[in-house]
């Protein structure tokens, strides 16, 4: 099954994935039946705000819910065609930091303090590509000096605290490379970031991006992470996906309300000055209820008394030249018209 | 003109490295002023002291030298009761609302706390005053009986706000006030300020590294890099016509939401990180990571107008121009 993957295929196929968490007082759904895909190469944002379920989405198939976190998931997620949800640990292990790398928000924790920076990269090559302590420390230096870090030789000698926070991510990058990765997960990879090492981030990923072939997903809230490097964006509200298309398409042109919204909200350098800041009404619903309409339904300008009856059914865009879906029959209607 | 309700001159705030005996310095001869009933804003990205500017203005450090100036008078040589009734004109808004909110008293306890301290003992006056000051900030007065694990976090900050409103304020120093919150609740937040510009006259000192926020609500900006005020002026000119490297650098770098501009745009990209504040460079402190430093650099930059509006402290304001 393996070798018939080419680049028409998809290196990443979600399908129905729910993932449905349990506390001790109550049960939350923060992923509810999400289907999308990544091909080899290619660079898909999940945008939602907080509680949105993007992050959960990611990490819960690959087994990095925290400890003691009691969930339970259903649909499938395929990589390179097999499914990561019936895959044991030991799979998972396997695909963990080899095939799939994951960048992680805060790169301070996810590094090991006491240890040095060097030893942690290395140990991941020698796990996943088989490398012998010396090829991996070579491995290493290569790694830190594609990611940008002056001086990586004796940058493998330091601790993580010896490290700006710039530093710190551009090492958290070289160790989701370390295994040599197919795909990257990077969780809001320039949250902690000043707008200058932001965009110093998003440069390198973007070049690395190209020099090694690999596909990224990126998980974020920011608009300007997703116009910078993505090429596909699917935006999420309450754990559903509310709009998925080309990253121009959906940018440009958002059909979905809260996309409309949430792009409107985002204040950029073209605003009036001393004019009122634009922002959504209400606020995001309680995912331990259930929701029989849609989610957005209580904040959106264009809601009809049936929106919050029955789910949105995810529907194509007509006259779209890429692939293009939303969740919102309403505007899509209007929408249709206006083209 | 009038003089400005606030005006610090030269502050300097040094902290003492315990290890070394060297002195950190945090800010290192700000000069900065507020007037009444003005949006200033305050940017600059992290480590360059714009939050230890915000907390020694209130008292949370102690300032190393420097004058705060409110109508006219020196807070750092002032005493006892005085001091105790001008430092309250001035409050202070936390970025995180949920953590400077106690997790054990409603709302209407919380800003009641502060009614008491600033010396309302009528308990029905109190009352009725968190009821108005609830009112201020565009909340319902059944919120008085909320816990702060039971609003969303744009409902927090403006019950923070109501709170520093309590002790009758003439500043609010807000630092990052909106960067915890979504983005699409943040316009309530910022909005406020607006609001208890134009209805009160309240002043707002807004700390921010977020460029768009402050440039859309601030009238005058100042940039600070490592401790010192490197432009400052107009909003509508310094960010028309940035001429600092830094403020060109920083602007470069605010991302677009439109992909096709993001695809062709240039950026200055700066190399290497912040300087450490316990030595930093000689003459202009920007000088190890500007693309067009000179030797001259290595001497203090002198201000110089950039217009009518704005001016930078920069030997080639300018100067630096962008590629394409």
Known sequence: MKDMHDMNTSLLEVA???VTLHTAKTSVQPVDNVSYSVKAGEVLAIVGESGSGKTIMNMAPLGLLPAGVDSEMSG????????????????????????????????????????????????????????????????????????????PLSRMQQFPHELSGGMRQRVGIAMSLA???KLL??????????????????????????RLRMAIVVITHDFGVVSGMANKVAVMYAGRLSELGSVDDVLLDPVHPYTRGLLKSVPSLDSEIGSEFIGLPGH??????????????????AALESCREHRPPLLPVPHSAAARVVACPVVLNSHAEAV | MTDPLLNIVDLKTYFRDTRTGQNIKACDGISLDINEGEIVGLVGESGCGKSTLGRTLVGLEDASGGEIRYGGENLLTMHGRKLHTTRRKIQYVFQDPLSSLSGRMTIGQAIEEALIINGERNAAARRARVVELLEAVSLPDQIAERYPREMSGGQRQRACIARSLAADPKVLICDEPVSSLDVSIRAQVMNLFLKLR???????????HDLAIVRQAASRVYVMYLGRIMEEGESR??????????????????PSTNPVEERDRQRILLKGDVPSPINPPSGCRFRGRCPIAQPVCETPPPTIAVDQFHVAACHFPGKLALAG
Do not use: M
């Not at chain 1, 998972?92 to 240890?115: C, H, K, T, Y």
């Not at chain 1, 995001?284 to 300008?301: E, K, Q, V």
């Not at chain 2, 134009?198 to 921010?208: N, P, R, S, Y």
């Open chain 1, 16 to 18: 129905n994935l729910s």
């Open chain 1, 76 to 151: 499938s997620v395929r990589f390179e065609g097999q499914d990561l949800l019936s895959a044991g640990n030991g799979k998972l292990r396997q695909v963990r930091g080899g095939e799939i790398g994951v960048i992680f928000q805060d790169p301070l924790s996810a590094l090991n303090p006491v240890r040095r920076i060097g030893r942690q990269i290395a140990e991941i090559s020698e796990r996943h590509l088989g490398l012998t302590t010396k090829q991996a420390e070579k491995k290493v230096a290569e790694l830190l000096a594609l990611v940008g870090l002056p001086d």
């Open chain 1, 179 to 181: 295994g040599e990765p």
């Open chain 1, 185 to 210: 997960i990077a969780d809001e990879p320039t949250t902690a970031l000043d707008v200058t090492v932001q965009a110093q981030i998003v440069e390198l990923l973007k070049d690395l991006q190209k």
């Open chain 1, 284 to 301: 995001p619903p309680d995912l331990s209820r259930r929701i029989d309409g849609c989610p957005f339904a209580p904040r959106c300008f």
């Open chain 2, 198 to 208: 134009d209805e009160f006259g309240l002043a707002c000192l807004l700390i921010a």
């Open chain 2, 237 to 254: 000119a310094l960010y028309g016509n940035p001429a600092h490297p830094y403020t060109q650098a920083l602007l470069s770098a605010v």
